[in-house]
């Protein structure tokens, strides 16, 4: 039985992709993936045949892989961050019955909302939610009843695909959302190119959040209620400091 990896992997720096990931891809016929993805892993595996799509492809990407490892080669299909969290893993596995004698195999990766979280320091250290602000396969209402909720929830929001060139408003949207439960000093913050050169980031309000230069290679972060903002880094408690003796 042949094998199609769906690779996580991560921000895109070796450094931190998994054992796992680097192990599939290595032991793969084939890399596939989205363009942007690829790319961002050729040079680490030069001798590995390619195959690329752009956006909006995906089904065809997904059966091409399926196609590819049903004649006899394994396929890593390479997804930014994890490939289960908007990633093509789940749209393998739909597409898998009608493929015999191919197996699929997750690998995971660290996704934005955890490596992101890293650079800002521990804003996710509490419950929290992940919204992708893009209406290209869901439905925008459903979104903003998705933003509404998790900010009556006062959950710690990280927001995917926050803004582009045609979505300007969304990220607009969002924040005004999040302003009828939250204050307008709630601790926020942005990563930008996480994990990869031109690195950037910075914390700010909520009430700032909306004019910053944030872009779709930008991960968000909007801050709960509990969220403060500790020796220059975003830290949202767990409830530990409710034991008094452990800050004495």
Same mark, same amino acid.
């Given at each position: 039985?042949?094998?199609?990896?769906?690779?996580?992997?991560?921000?895109?720096?070796?450094?931190?992709?998994?054992?796992?990931?680097?192990?599939?891809?290595?032991?793969?016929?084939?890399?596939?993936?989205?363009?942007?993805?690829?790319?961002?892993?050729?040079?680490?595996?030069?001798?590995?045949?390619?195959?690329?799509?752009?956006? =909006? /492809?995906? &089904?065809?990407?997904?059966?091409? #892989?399926?196609?590819?490892?049903?004649?006899?080669?394994?396929?890593?299909? *390479? %997804?930014?961050?994890?490939?289960?969290?908007?990633?093509?893993?789940?749209?393998?596995?739909?597409?898998?019955?009608?493929?015999?004698?191919?197996?699929?195999?997750?690998?995971?990766?660290?996704?934005?909302?955890?490596?992101?979280?890293?650079?800002?320091?521990?804003?996710?250290?509490?419950?929290?939610?992940?919204?992708?602000?893009?209406?290209?396969?869901?439905?925008?209402?459903?979104?903003?009843?998705?933003?509404?909720?998790?900010?009556?929830?006062?959950?710690?929001?990280?927001?995917?695909?926050?803004?582009? =060139? /045609?979505? &300007?408003?969304?990220?607009?949207? #969002?924040?005004?959302?999040?302003?009828?439960?939250?204050?307008?000093?709630? *601790? %926020?913050?942005?990563?930008?190119?996480?994990?990869?050169?031109?690195?950037?980031?910075?914390?700010?309000?909520?009430?700032?959040?909306?004019?910053?230069?944030?872009?779709?290679?930008?991960?968000?972060?909007?801050?709960?209620?509990?969220?403060?903002?500790?020796?220059?880094?975003?830290?949202?408690?767990?409830?530990?400091?409710?034991?008094?003796?452990?800050?004495?």
């Amino acid at each position: 039985m042949t094998k199609v990896y769906a690779v996580g992997l991560g921000p895109g720096g070796k450094e931190m992709m998994t054992e796992e990931a680097v192990h599939a891809i290595e032991k793969s016929d084939v890399i596939c993936g989205y363009t942007v993805y690829v790319d961002l892993v050729t040079s680490m595996f030069p001798e590995k045949e390619i195959f690329t799509t752009p956006m =909006k /492809k995906e &089904i065809d990407r997904c059966k091409w #892989a399926l196609e590819t490892a049903q004649s006899g080669k394994t396929v890593a299909m *390479v %997804c930014s961050g994890d490939a289960g969290v908007y990633g093509m893993a789940g749209l393998l596995l739909q597409l898998l019955h009608s493929y015999s004698d191919v197996e699929i195999e997750v690998v995971p990766g660290i996704t934005a909302a955890i490596s992101g979280a890293a650079v800002l320091g521990a804003p996710v250290g509490h419950d929290f939610c992940v919204i992708s602000l893009s209406d290209l396969l869901t439905p925008w209402d459903l979104i903003v009843k998705r933003l509404e909720l998790a900010a009556e929830g006062d959950f710690i929001t990280c927001l995917y695909n926050p803004r582009s =060139k /045609k979505r &300007i408003e969304h990220l607009t949207t #969002a924040c005004n959302i999040m302003l009828k439960h939250r204050s307008e000093d709630t *601790v %926020c913050g942005w990563v930008k190119n996480i994990g990869r050169e031109g690195e950037e980031y910075r914390i700010c309000t909520l009430k700032e959040l909306d004019n910053e230069p944030i872009d779709m290679f930008t991960t968000v972060f909007i801050g709960s209620s509990q969220t403060k903002l500790v020796d220059g880094k975003m830290v949202t408690p767990r409830g530990y400091e409710k034991h008094e003796d452990m800050f004495v």
